[in-house]
């Protein structure tokens, strides 16, 4: 069974979101285990692990679907004309589910409950000021390269940008509502309470739509490279055809 062009992109978008949620609360909680008198060192594995983990996940899914694993990043490569309003409508779910299934995942391989709801109250002006300028950045970054023609190397800035917002943001920057909803399923180092949720979530989309304004103030010209975002890919529902070879 072949499937389409868009039920494979839903299906690298859950993959890819489903792994990195896995590797944040997984590395968290392994980094608990390994250095339990350490917080820095804690939150150092964490930020490696994720980072690099984010990388090999966009190489690895970037090709089918764009790589996005992020609602917020979806949303500004709609507006710049990068998707179109069905992958959006696909994309989303897949990104929420597959965040849901990776904090089960992780949960599950270190011998935790499958569901354990986080208590980390993460609830303070600083934190949610932090989230907005992470996402900010984030975004601002993944469109740059396109509109620079440098989309080849974003998988590696983008892993290089989180692990180092990690330790330069307070919030040690989630700046992906579906990580913020995926982290309440864990109780554990990477986790957050439910109540602190809605305010990362206002301020990831408010951090991200004055991203798209910066963006589309210093790169008109961006819609026409929209599509490269986070690595290039076909962003059509069906195969691409080659060209017919003329007759001489």
């Known amino acids: ?25 997984g590395s968290g909680i392994a980094a608990q285990r390994l250095s339990p008198d350490d917080v ?26 764009g790589g996005h694993f992020n609602p917020v990043v979806t949303l500004a490569d709609r507006f710049f004309g990068g998707v179109s309003n069905r992958q959006v409508a696909v994309y989303l779910p897949a990104q929420l589910i597959g965040g849901a299934v990776g904090a089960v995942v992780a949960n599950v391989m270190f011998d935790l409950p499958a569901v354990s709801v986080s208590a980390t109250d993460r609830s303070a002006g600083g934190l949610w000021l932090s989230e907005a300028v992470a996402t900010f950045g984030l975004v601002v970054l993944i469109f740059a390269l396109v509109r620079a023609g440098r989309a080849g190397p974003a998988p590696f800035a983008v892993g290089a940008y989180i692990t180092a917002a990690y ?8 700046a992906n509502p579906m990580i913020d909803l995926a982290r ?5 180092f990477a986790g957050i309470a439910p109540a602190s949720v ?5 301020m990831q989309l408010v951090g991200g739509a004055a ?7 210093l790169h008109p010209e961006i819609p026409a490279l929209a599509d490269a975002v986070v690595v290039p890919h076909d962003g059509t ?6 060209p017919v070879p003329e007759e001489s």
Do not use: C
Not at 1 to 25: H, P
Not at 47 to 59: D, E, M, N, R, S
Not at 198 to 202: E, N, Q
């Open 184 to 188: 309440t399923l864990s109780d554990t």
């Open 1 to 25: 069974m072949q499937l389409t062009r868009l039920a494979r992109q839903a299906l690298a978008e859950f993959l890819g979101s489903a792994g990195l949620v896995a590797v944040v609360i």
């Open 198 to 202: 809605p305010m990362f979530l206002l």
């Open 237 to 242: 529902d069906e195969p691409a055809r080659r």
């Open 40 to 65: 820095g060192l804690q939150l150092l594995e964490n930020a490696l692990a994720t980072g690099a983990g984010l990388v090999a996940l966009i190489l690895a899914f970037g090709p089918v679907s």
């Open 167 to 174: 330790w330069w943001s307070s919030s040690t920057s989630f």
């Open 211 to 217: 991203a798209v304004a910066v963006v589309a103030l």
